[in-house]
């Protein structure tokens, strides 16, 4: 299945399967593929598909969309190309994914750390998660970039994303899903409020916002 692969400053942050004949990329909530950061237009842009083909199509976006370097307003994607919205890179690919990998059991490595914690925002809001049940009990992380990614690949990999006000939590790859005060969330951000509690691949992570 074709998918795409978002990295911030080469580093990861999510995989999406496009699944749907239209994806919209943006940082509304309402977005197919949320992507919270101001560089990025609320509706920036659209990958279609049909035919077997898929195409991306800007949306008007005030800074455009990229495939290898060139902007577009319409292009056919190929394996392989890479496209750019504000800061983000975003591969896209025909083959299997990751998760499928993961899936079949090809990936095995576990471990609970922030595998990614990028981008300096400019806002002086600070959150942090704080493990408070689990074998990790203690750790403790400053939520101080716009994204931040946990858990163990393989089973369950979840993200913190932030704009200037908030703080939201979402699924990134995995088939058990990480719990918000206990009910299961997925691929489309949350908000996070002081308090909530994450549980994730048997550790227990509380946050606060300062």
Same mark, same amino acid.
């Given at each position: 299945?074709?998918?795409?692969?978002?990295?911030? +400053? *080469? +580093? %990861?942050?999510?995989?999406?399967k496009? *699944?749907?004949?239209?994806?919209?990329?943006?940082?509304?909530?309402?977005?197919?593929?949320?992507?919270?950061?101001?560089?990025?237009?609320? =509706?920036?842009?659209?990958?279609?598909?049909?035919?077997?083909?898929?195409?991306?199509? @800007?949306?008007?976006?005030?800074? !455009?969309?990229?495939?290898? !370097?060139?902007?577009?307003? *319409?292009?056919?994607?190929?394996?392989? @190309? /890479?496209?750019?919205?504000?800061? $983000?890179?975003?591969? %896209?690919?025909?083959?299997?994914?990751?998760? +499928?990998?993961? &899936?079949?059991?090809?990936?095995?490595?576990?471990?609970?750390?922030?595998?990614? *914690?990028?981008?300096?925002?400019?806002?002086?809001?600070?959150?942090?998660?704080?493990?408070?049940?689990?074998?990790?009990?203690?750790?403790?992380?400053?939520l101080?970039?716009?994204v931040?990614? $946990?858990?163990?690949?393989?089973?369950?990999?979840?993200?913190?994303? =932030?704009?200037?006000?908030?703080? %939201?939590?979402?699924?990134v790859?995995?088939?058990?899903?990480?719990?918000?005060?206990?009910?299961?969330?997925?691929?489309?951000?949350?908000? /996070?409020? &002081?308090? +909530?509690?994450?549980?994730?691949?048997?550790?227990? /992570?509380? %946050?606060?916002?300062?």
């Amino acid at each position: 299945m074709p998918h795409i692969t978002i990295y911030l +400053d *080469n +580093d %990861f942050t999510q995989e999406v399967k496009l *699944n749907k004949e239209r994806t919209i990329l943006g940082r509304r909530p309402d977005s197919d593929v949320i992507i919270a950061n101001m560089a990025v237009s609320g =509706r920036h842009a659209c990958l279609i598909q049909q035919d077997e083909q898929v195409t991306i199509e @800007d949306l008007d976006s005030t800074n !455009g969309t990229f495939v290898n !370097g060139r902007a577009v307003k *319409n292009a056919v994607l190929q394996d392989g @190309d /890479l496209i750019e919205i504000g800061n $983000f890179k975003i591969k %896209f690919a025909t083959g299997p994914s990751d998760a +499928d990998a993961q &899936e079949e059991g090809l990936t095995v490595q576990a471990s609970l750390m922030p595998m990614t *914690n990028q981008d300096q925002p400019a806002t002086l809001l600070v959150g942090r998660i704080k493990v408070v049940a689990g074998p990790s009990l203690g750790r403790e992380l400053p939520l101080v970039k716009m994204v931040t990614t $946990f858990g163990k690949p393989g089973v369950a990999v979840a993200a913190i994303t =932030r704009d200037e006000q908030n703080y %939201f939590v979402h699924l990134v790859a995995g088939v058990d899903a990480p719990l918000l005060n206990g009910s299961p969330v997925g691929q489309q951000p949350v908000i /996070l409020s &002081e308090g +909530d509690q994450i549980t994730l691949d048997g550790n227990v /992570l509380q %946050f606060s916002q300062c």
